[in-house]
């Protein structure tokens, strides 16, 4: 997770600066945004998209690392700490009800919702949030927007920032593909999890490979550790998704 820099803005400005005295047009924008790509600055490239639409704040959140408990699925945000942390159990539980229908019609549609009555926006920020949903390989991800009382934001421009939020979020998805990889699964793990991916016991396992059940065991308990997942089932689906198998 990124932190924020409170203070400037990507060409130097004062980052609160109210959206609405900042017109960028759709050309600045992508020099803009190539500039900020040759760096891999993931923040940065949010922060001109959520000026871009006229937003005060953005959050990048990456969808398949939502958990109950702590924020590893904020990419990248300059939402105050205290609003995100109250607002990540809402996304949660909330994705959790969609249908993969509902989910998969909502991609690149800007769609608004209203911030949970226990929350406090910061001042003058309207109560209700914009919520752009789209995909980077098998990850989906979601820029959800901050903006001032009464701004109305352009919806061509929500659709347009939702296509350039791809580009940008492309960027912490080949970085965080690296660090996923940084726990480092030993060859005979990754074998344990080819292995229970095509549906073989650990009995079965321990006959291909030539050890015992109870070392295989301690292998699969050791992927599961390293990758957080609680069942053979959820570090299939983690494999999965991070090309591991």
């Known amino acids: 997770m990124e932190l924020p820099d409170p203070d400037m803005n990507t060409d130097g400005r004062s980052y609160m600066e109210p959206a609405a005295t900042r017109i960028m047009s759709r050309e600045q924008l992508i020099r803009r945004l190539a500039v900020a790509s040759t760096s891999n600055n993931v923040q940065a490239m949010m922060r001109l998209l959520a000026d871009y639409v006229g937003a005060s704040h953005f959050l990048l959140a990456r969808y398949d690392l939502i958990q109950e408990q702590g924020l590893d699925f904020i990419v990248t945000s300059n939402w105050?700490?205290?609003?995100?942390?109250?607002?990540?159990?809402?996304?949660?539980?909330?994705?959790?009800?969609?249908?993969?229908?509902?989910?998969?019609?909502?991609?690149?549609?800007?769609?608004?919702?209203?911030?949970?009555?226990?929350?406090?926006?910061?001042?003058?920020?309207?109560?209700?949030?914009?919520?752009?949903?789209?995909?980077?390989?098998?990850?989906?991800?979601?820029?959800?927007?901050?903006?001032?009382?009464?701004?109305?934001?352009?919806?061509?421009?929500?659709?347009?920032?939702?296509?350039?939020?791809?580009?940008?979020?492309?960027?912490?998805?080949?970085?965080?593909?690296?660090?996923?990889?940084?726990?480092?699964?030993?060859?005979?793990?990754?074998?344990?999890?080819?292995?229970?991916?095509?549906?073989?016991?650990?009995?079965?396992?321990?006959?291909?490979?030539?050890?015992?059940?109870?070392?295989?065991?301690?292998y699969i308990t050791s992927v599961m550790r390293k990758t957080a997942t609680k069942t053979r089932s959820e570090a299939i689906a983690y494999a999965v998704r991070n090309n591991l198998v």
């Open 80 to 218: 105050p700490f205290d609003l995100v942390r109250r607002l990540g159990s809402e996304l949660a539980s909330g994705y959790a009800r969609s249908t993969e229908l509902e989910k998969c019609l909502s991609l690149l549609t800007p769609s608004f919702s209203l911030l949970p009555d226990d929350i406090a926006p910061p001042d003058d920020i309207s109560r209700q949030y914009c919520s752009l949903t789209f995909c980077v390989g098998r990850a989906r991800f979601s820029l959800m927007l901050l903006f001032v009382e009464g701004i109305i934001l352009s919806q061509e421009r929500l659709r347009e920032a939702g296509l350039f939020a791809a580009y940008g979020a492309s960027f912490a998805e080949a970085r965080d593909a690296k660090a996923e990889r940084d726990f480092e699964l030993t060859e005979r793990e990754l074998e344990c999890l080819f292995w229970i991916a095509e549906g073989k016991t650990s009995d079965e396992i321990a006959v291909i490979l030539g050890i015992s059940r109870n070392t295989i065991n301690n």
